[in-house]
């Protein structure tokens, strides 16, 4: 068959019934087909593959949300001067240092386990699927307790976060893909 064309000799001859070769070579045969049937195995589903992708999506969003978090310090320092007006200028200006270091470091983690999770889940690791749901099920319940404390855009942000983490641990755990991490 001409679609095998490209695959190397061995593989080719196994996959268009060389028979003689097989013959002649029973040991290269049998190593051809495990290294073509577990290459075939070790493609993820389209099921994780997409669940991979929005990890990627939650990723991107979280960097995005950091620079916007990270462009608004005088919004963060209008508000700390409002809640405690008591405070120098000094004052004022480490306040809002260590809060714009905290909202960094935090993004940084956050995009960080996205895209640990996302490639350490297309490799098939099961325990990588254990902690993306610890990690989903954590963003959900904070997140909804956020819906609460957030108004505007941020009640926007944190609805696509709800879902994005559901759509993802629902794809998690569809079938194919807890075939392709059993495998």
């Known amino acids: 068959s001409a679609s095998v064309a490209w695959l190397p000799t061995p593989l080719n001859a196994l996959f268009q019934g060389d028979a003689a070769w097989r013959a002649r070579e029973p040991e290269a045969a049998q190593r051809a087909w495990t290294l073509a049937r577990d290459a075939a195995e070790a493609t993820p589903p389209s099921s994780l593959l997409t669940a991979v992708r929005l990890m990627y999506v939650g990723a991107a969003m979280f960097a995005i949300l950091l620079i916007v978090e990270f ?6 320092r209008d508000q700390i001067a ?8 000094d004052e004022l200006d480490a306040a809002v240092a260590v809060g714009t270091a905290v909202a960094v470091i935090i993004g940084l983690i956050s995009v960080g386990l996205w ?12 325990w990588a699927r254990i902690v993306a749901t610890v990690l989903g099920g954590l963003n959900i319940v904070f ?5 609460t404390q957030d108004v505007g855009i941020g009640t926007i942000v944190n609805i696509v976060t709800i879902v994005l983490a559901a759509a993802i641990l629902w794809l998690l755990y569809r079938p194919e893909s807890s075939a392709y991490y059993a495998a």
């Open 115 to 126: 895209v640990w999770m996302a490639v350490m889940n297309r490799k098939g690791r099961s």
């Open 82 to 89: 409002d809640d405690q007006p008591q405070l120098s200028a």
């Open 71 to 76: 462009a608004q310090r005088g919004q963060l």
């Open 143 to 147: 997140t909804v307790i956020g819906l």
